[in-house]
């Protein structure tokens, strides 16, 4: 059965500082990686999604990369910002039709 | 374009009642997953419709269940209500095929008293 970790938990740092975020699972037959942000009692927004034959995808600020033998992604965040304040969220898709199975996600504050 | 809608977006309901949530997926979007983001859980994959077939269902009681109509909306049901039951529903939609990206709506938050 596949298990998604995110470490750490929670992380608040200041504004303007790049930080990294991490994800890990236990079963490498996946499809694909995605991130996703989630901001309180709302739905889940897609930021970025690493085919599994990828090892990295990069949107914005944001850059995510994918080492499948390991199972670990990471999700890199550069100058972050006030806005950037929300839960990240790794889901993988693996070789069962289960959909996505999701870490428990990483509470991000950026001071002001 | 529109996203994944989903509604009610709030739906209070008593206990042994019964519980309708609605998914709209984005167009040409054939696949539809559902989730149940309970506080303190995580995310916790339901149910899968693919083509208007229930391709496979998660770690839930069968008092869970759903349909896909023929235009690919969902329906998620939830019989006999208990008030463990009170989470987050989210629906995803994608293309076929397991290579696809997933978007979600903004989800349904069913509190049960």
């Known amino acids: 059965k596949q298990e998604v970790t995110q470490i750490p938990a929670a992380l608040s740092v200041p504004e303007g500082e790049n930080l990294v975020l991490n994800c890990s699972f236990t079963d490498s037959a996946i499809y694909n990686l995605q991130w996703f942000r989630q901001d309180p009692g709302k739905g889940l927004t897609s930021l970025l999604l690493i085919q599994s034959s990828q090892r990295e995808q990069t949107s914005g600020r944001l850059n995510a990369s994918l080492d499948k033998s390991s199972g670990r992604s990471t999700l890199y965040i550069a100058a972050s910002q006030p806005g950037d304040s929300a839960t990240y969220l790794c889901a993988v898709k693996g070789g069962g039709a289960d959909g996505l199975t999701f870490g428990k996600g990483t509470h991000l504050i950026i001071q002001p | 374009e529109a996203g994944v809608t989903q509604s009610p977006t709030h739906l209070i309901k008593t206990r042994g009642q019964q519980a309708t949530l609605r998914c709209s997926p984005i167009s040409g979007h054939t696949s539809v997953y559902w989730y149940q983001q309970a506080l303190g859980l995580g995310l916790q994959f339901l149910l899968w419709y693919d083509e208007g077939e229930e391709r496979n269902r998660g770690n839930f009681p069968p008092r869970f269940s759903g349909r896909q109509f023929p235009n690919y909306s969902s329906e998620l049901n939830v019989n006999a209500l208990e008030l463990e039951d009170s989470a987050l529903y989210l629906c995803?939609?994608?293309?076929?095929?397991?290579?696809?990206?997933?978007?979600f709506g903004q989800g349904t938050r069913l509190t049960v008293v």
């Open positions: 995803a939609s994608s293309l076929a095929g397991q290579y696809t990206e997933a978007f």
